[in-house]
């Protein structure tokens, strides 16, 4: 049996055919469009992809278990409902109910960050872990929660949104997407880091990360990361000060669900062991009862590129 796996960005809708191993057998992606109609669904170009990976691995959709989708937003999975999406023009689109007239197949669709967490832990670095905690860090902090084995979603699937607890209170606390002031996705984010790199750079003039910037083009995830790995004292800063940011969410975290492993994910993640070992130093020295309880093992997620569609996959299996 196969499982296709539908990734909706904003940009393109990718899929692919999936073995219930997570082998990826076949996979394609054609662009969105500017805007998505009551004539024209988002359905009609999610049944386009679907199309076209089962001729493409060519294999017969009997063989097909089911279909998941993962879309960045806020999800009935239940109903299988977009109810809101923050990257393309949407609300209240009842999708699963729309493919339902082409396929005689089980259909669900659920929310990109968790389905990034049950990716992993069905086909990643989360195998064998019954509690997992999984964050992406990128444009904002996406986060997905594995608790008994299963994808913990909230009433009415609205929950598991850590990006957007609080963690600092100052009046001149950062302003968030969501409206609040201070959540820890204006911190640990990929985009937080760069504002946090950019007013490093003004405020040190000497610093390399102006000639590793230039030499990049531009001010990156990456731009603080390799100056302190070359020994500048700023860049070393900014990168202390964004660990500490990650940590004390995870805390949070951890203090909540007590979980066997946290995974993190996205563009940040690339810099692998840099990254986690210090975060997993601090996790456990912070945790409550840190003496007396089990230590959390943190990892990079490890299914980078097709994530996303291994991720649907998996709400398929
Ligand atoms: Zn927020």
């Excluded at 904003?10 to 662009?31: A, N, Q, R, W, Y």
């Excluded at 929950?159 to 997407?177: L, Q, R, W, Y």
């Excluded at 800063?237 to 969410?249: A, F, L």
Aim: charged share 20%.
């Amino acid at each position: 049996m196969y499982l296709i796996g539908i990734d909706v960005g904003g940009m393109s809708i990718k899929g692919g055919v999936v073995t219930t191993e997570g082998e990826i057998l076949f996979k394609t992606s054609i662009p969105t469009t500017e805007k998505y109609t009551s004539d024209y669904s988002i359905s009609e170009d999610i049944k386009k992809v679907v199309d076209a990976v089962v001729k493409g691995a060519n294999i017969d959709i009997k063989d097909v278990k089911g279909i998941g989708i993962g879309q960045p937003g806020s999800i009935d999975s239940k109903n299988g409902i977009i109810r809101y999406s923050n990257n393309i023009a949407l609300e209240n689109v009842p999708v699963v109910k729309e493919l339902q007239q082409y396929y005689d197949l089980p259909i669900f669709i659920n929310n990109d960050a968790n389905c990034a967490a049950l990716g992993e832990h069905v086909f990643g670095a989360g195998k064998g872990y019954n509690d997992v905690v999984f964050i992406t860090l990128g444009t904002g902090v996406g986060s997905g929660f594995i608790i008994d084995g299963k994808l913990f979603e909230g009433r009415d699937c609205a929950g598991a949104e850590g990006g957007h607890m609080v963690i600092d209170i100052s009046p001149n606390a950062k302003p968030c997407n969501c409206g609040r002031k201070g959540c820890w996705e204006a911190y640990a984010s990929a985009t937080a880091l760069i504002r946090q790199t950019k007013e490093a750079m003004d405020a040190n003039p000497d610093s390399m990360m102006h000639r590793i910037a230039k030499e990049e083009g531009q001010v990156s995830g990456k731009t603080a990361f390799l100056a302190a790995k070359q020994g500048d004292k700023a860049g070393r800063q900014v990168v202390d000060n964004y660990i500490d940011y990650i940590t004390c969410g995870l805390v949070n975290m951890v203090n909540v669900f007590c979980p066997e492993a946290i995974l993190i994910g996205g563009g940040i993640s690339n810099e692998k062991e840099y990254l986690t070992a210090p975060i997993q130093k601090a996790v456990n020295e912070g945790r409550f009862g840190a003496a007396f309880n089990p230590t959390v093992e943190v990892k990079t997620a490890s299914l980078k590129n097709d994530a996303g569609i291994l991720g649907a996959a998996a709400l398929a299996l």
